[in-house]
């Protein structure tokens, strides 16, 4: 299994985003998160297509965008010509999820969903296939620096069981309260991508941070075994 660390930049220092990028890919991050929140979907406000677009400017890493918006068909076509890697829609967010998985892929987007902690896996379960990347959030989203929501490991467990019952080489993402305390359990019940942001962005350099945070996934990782 090939871990990825994919730091959020909700926790960055705005005023220097391309300086605080700079130090995590220098780290080796793998991809870079962007918290897209539109104050409907969760009660916090940041940022759309324009920060993507510069970003992509910037660097050519993969650009992870996890949309917290209702609505998010209306982002799709902006979000492409912005340059995202991977789009990612909850699945509470919309009853077309088929529909815009397939257009986010038809735009030449990785597509991805994420689910609510409270969001069983098997509103999922119809479109597995149609997945580059499942997320499975750790924490209610819409705010950085919450606390671990614990049973999301089992959840985490279940979702790869899922992915590999299926054939799936979609990733399993986590996010929320991945730190150097969490991000061992994690791995080990099987997610392979872990987002964080307070835990990268308030340690004191954080390009180390994401190697150490890389190094405990992949200690949690060999723990497993069943590998991709
Ligand atoms: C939460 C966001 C996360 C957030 C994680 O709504 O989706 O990506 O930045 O932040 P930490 O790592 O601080 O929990
Ligand atoms: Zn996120």
Same mark, same amino acid.
């Given at each position: 299994m090939t871990v990825r660390i994919a730091p959020s930049i909700?926790?960055?220092?705005l005023a220097h985003l391309m300086d605080e990028v700079e130090r995590v890919l220098a780290g080796g991050a793998d991809q870079i998160h962007v918290d897209v929140m539109d104050?409907?979907?969760?009660p916090n406000l940041t940022w759309g297509a324009p920060v993507v677009a510069a970003l992509r400017r910037f660097t050519d890493a993969p650009l992870d965008c996890h949309l917290m918006v209702e %609505?998010?068909?209306?982002?799709i076509v902006p979000f492409a010509e912005a340059g995202a890697t991977f789009l990612t829609i909850h699945v509470? !967010? @919309?009853? %077309?999820l088929e529909r815009h998985l397939a257009e986010i892929r038809r735009h030449g987007m990785r597509p991805g969903v994420a689910l609510n902690? !409270? @969001?069983?896996?098997t509103t999922i379960e119809e479109i597995?296939?149609?997945?580059?990347l499942l997320l499975v959030m750790?924490?209610?989203?819409?705010?950085?620096?919450q606390p671990f929501w614990d049973p999301a490991i089992d959840k985490v467990r279940r979702a790869r069981a899922l992915l590999e019952q299926r054939d799936s080489r979609a990733c399993l993402e986590v996010d929320g309260g991945v730190t150097r305390e969490t991000i061992h359990h994690l791995a080990a019940a099987g997610a392979d991508t872990f987002v964080s942001g307070t835990a990268i962005f308030t340690a004191a350099d954080p390009s180390a941070e994401v190697r150490e945070l890389r190094r405990l996934a992949e200690a949690g990782a060999g723990g497993r075994t069943v590998t991709r």
């Open positions: 909700l926790s960055a220092d104050g409907h979907f969760v %609505h998010p068909e209306a982002y509470e !967010a @919309t009853p %077309h902690p !409270a @969001t069983p896996l597995v296939d149609e997945l580059d750790t924490v209610n989203p819409g705010f950085g620096g």
